[in-house]
């Protein structure tokens, strides 16, 4: 042993990946000889040899990464020949068969590689009482802690845990502070915490989940509670014990700004996104589907269409935002439950496939980006109609350009929804001066399938994030879209966030309409539902550890379902919230948290094409140039006028780049739409002829 174990850490140290969270230090050695001593006292009739094999191997698995478990099974093997595959990993029967049970209770599938991490967390909660659960949106952290929390009340072993977001409150509100003027000592959530559970003697088990992004700033506070000490020490000279029931559990999707100290002192969990994958989305959405009786035929489709499409679309196209898997199979979940006809329809088994075919275009295909250099809907487009042939579509267009029709049972064009175009309000000089008038507004393919997509996954209670560049008319398909629900207990709340937000501040606004509803649960006035409609969703200050402590709160009320109330230092529970969003990804932040976004169904608003912009043009000036004008500019407005100024518009866009120094040169849809308005002021007695209003 005194020669095995060192020299295994330093070949791991050289010939494992640089991950930031491996450690191969002195504190990885004594764990693992607590790990062994443990196992020799349970095992005794096992050698020396082969306890230190499994306490290698059981101990370091659960943090390594996917590519470097190959790699240090070689090194075992090289170690230790002949042993690996005499010594399984020690099972505890009654565990494992519960952790299958309390996983099924709670919607999610018992598969080996989720049960074995669930097993490791508890394994590694009895040695370490720090631990980091680290991985990807959507790999399953949260569902590994919630399933062993249930598990061991199962098992008699009351288990209680409180989440924490340290990121979305200051860190006075994250510790407590001394208030400067009264000298008087103000609780903070972790100091209030730590004191309740220390005097807590009738859990067996008692976790604090710190559920946010690491800073080296609030982290570091945490140094004297993960070390040997196990001590908070506070400002007020407090010193609060971590008792032996109590447990720090850190979730988190990357360990960039942890010091190596605070590495060394926590245990860590790695959730590779292949451990659990997308898959089990799925069948948990089968399960619980509101559509069993379709579920034979839902089934082969699944099989059939939705790897293929993964796979292609990870290796082939570009979004307009990182995208995961399991955000496009969620979204595929939610389309389908929102759009799938009811079984007392009795659909035949075209139109089903129709609909599974419809919401698989827009799941992975949705958010795809497109511009003049790079057209991955097209590519989409051409594979799709290459690769699947059941469903037969147009040839004309795109698959984005059919949807399926309930009434007709087949693939209709979106252009057929589209209503009658209302004639634009005639302008004044001073409706043009003072931009009173209300923003102009024509529906094309474009937005009525994009308000389509929202209005029904709003109506579902599900979030919607769309993602384009500015000017493409994102706010006004958001704004058509909820308004169309007024009447139906919906309540809108706009957020136009920017670089002042941070999370203490969005709380307040977000409380303002909300009202009491009993104890610590707040909601909507009456019985409505609210939306938040977060405009510039990416716009919030971004710290020095590119967090956003606004969206970390907006995380945090998802995930646990509200927030803390700072003052009562009490957790409030937000009943019947819903959210929407819109971003630009060349503004702000760029894109968002994964974590955050994992939770929104997203779709790309894109520039809309030369034939959809002339339309707009024309919509917007001929109803104008209908009353009173000569034919001759009547035509010219409706042809090669409006040819002309989408041309030019073009040339504009191609042409006048934004550089370092005329970082205003940004043209979009807003100048034509501008334009417009223009020509709109013209007047039959003063412009005659087509010169005179151009």
Wanted: charged content about 20%; proline content about 6%; glycine content about 6%.
């Amino acid at each position: 042993m005194n020669c095995t174990l060192p020299v295994l850490c330093r070949l791991c140290e050289d010939l494992l990946s640089k991950s930031k969270h491996y450690d191969w230090k002195l504190r990885a050695i004594k764990t693992t000889l607590y790990v062994a001593g443990g196992m020799k006292r349970a095992a005794p009739e096992l050698s020396e040899e082969k306890v230190l094999l499994r306490a290698l191997r059981d101990f370091n698995l659960g943090k390594l990464t996917a590519d470097d478990v190959v790699v240090f099974n070689g090194l075992l093997g090289d170690l230790f020949p002949s042993l690996p595959s005499t010594v399984p990993r020690s099972v505890d029967q009654e565990f494992e068969s519960m952790v299958k049970v309390c996983a099924r209770e709670l919607g999610y599938q018992p598969e080996p590689n989720f049960c074995l991490k669930v097993s490791q967390l508890k394994e590694i909660f009895s040695v370490r009482w720090s631990v980091f659960l680290l991985g990807n949106a959507g790999c399953g952290k949260s569902a590994v802690w919630r399933t062993l929390a249930r598990t061991l009340n199962a098992m008699g072993q009351k288990t209680v845990w409180k989440p924490i977001n340290p990121k979305s409150v200051t860190r006075n509100e994250l510790y407590g502070f001394i208030h400067p003027q009264t000298r008087e000592w103000k609780e903070g959530l972790i100091s209030s915490t730590f004191r309740e559970m220390a005097s807590n003697k009738t859990c067996r088990h008692q976790w604090i989940v710190l559920d946010g992004d690491i800073d080296a700033e609030w982290i570091e506070s945490m140094n004297t509670v993960m070390d040997d000490n196990k001590m908070l020490s506070l400002a007020s000279n407090e010193r609060i014990p971590l008792t032996d029931t109590m447990r720090l559990l850190l979730e988190i999707n990357h360990m960039n700004y942890c010091s190596p100290a605070t590495v060394s002192r926590g245990g860590v969990i790695y959730m590779n996104d292949t451990d659990v994958g997308w898959s089990p989305l799925l069948v948990s959405w089968l399960d619980s589907t509101q559509h069993q009786a379709l579920k034979p035929q839902l089934v082969p489709l699944i099989s059939k269409y939705v790897e293929k499409t993964i796979e292609f679309c990870a290796k082939n196209l570009r979004y307009v935002t990182p995208m995961s898997p399991a955000n496009q199979v969620q979204t595929l979940c939610k389309l389908l439950d929102a759009s799938l006809p009811s079984s007392e329809e009795d659909p035949s088994r075209f139109r089903v496939e129709a609909h599974f075919v419809m919401a698989c275009i827009w799941a992975f295909g949705g958010a795809l980006f497109s511009d003049g250099a790079v057209d991955s809907q097209a590519a989409f487009s051409k594979w799709w109609r290459g690769e699947f042939k059941s469903v037969a579509l147009p040839a004309e267009g795109t698959v984005f350009d059919y949807y399926m029709d309930n009434v007709s049972g087949q693939m209709v064009p979106w252009t057929q929804r589209i209503p009658a175009s209302m004639p634009c309000p005639p302008l004044t000089a001073r409706d043009a001066i003072q931009v009173v008038q209300t923003p102009d507004f024509v529906e094309t393919v474009d937005t009525v399938r994009l308000r389509w997509l929202t209005e029904t996954l709003v109506k579902a209670g599900h979030a919607v994030l769309l993602v384009g560049p500015a000017g493409t008319g994102k706010s006004a398909v958001m704004a058509r879209a909820l308004e169309s629900m007024d009447g139906q207990g919906v309540m809108v709340n706009r957020l136009p966030l920017n670089s002042c937000h941070d999370g203490p501040s969005l709380q307040t606004i977000l409380e303002r309409p909300l009202e009491k509803k009993a104890g610590m649960r707040y909601g909507p006035r009456g019985s409505k539902r609210l939306i938040y409609w977060l405009d510039n969703v990416n716009m919030p200050i971004v710290d020095k550890y590119e967090t956003q402590s606004a969206l970390e709160l907006i995380r945090q009320s998802i995930d646990y379902g509200g927030w803390y109330d700072k003052a009562r230092i009490a957790a409030k529970e937000i009943m019947h919230i819903g959210y929407v969003a819109c971003m630009d990804p060349a503004a702000g932040s760029g894109s968002i948290t994964p974590r955050l976004q994992r939770h929104f169904a997203t779709f790309a608003v894109t520039c809309p094409a030369p034939a959809s912009a002339q339309s707009i043009f024309i919509q917007l000036t001929k109803p104008h140039f209908s009353g009173g004008f000569k034919k001759p500019v009547l035509e010219a407005v409706s042809g090669p006028l409006a040819t002309a100024m989408v041309d030019l518009h073009a040339a504009v866009q191609s042409s006048l780049l934004p550089n370092t120094v005329k970082f205003h040169y940004n043209f979009n849809l807003r100048e034509l739409v501008g334009v417009a308005r223009g020509m709109r002021l013209a007047s039959p007695n003063l412009q005659t002829n087509v010169l005179e209003v151009i």
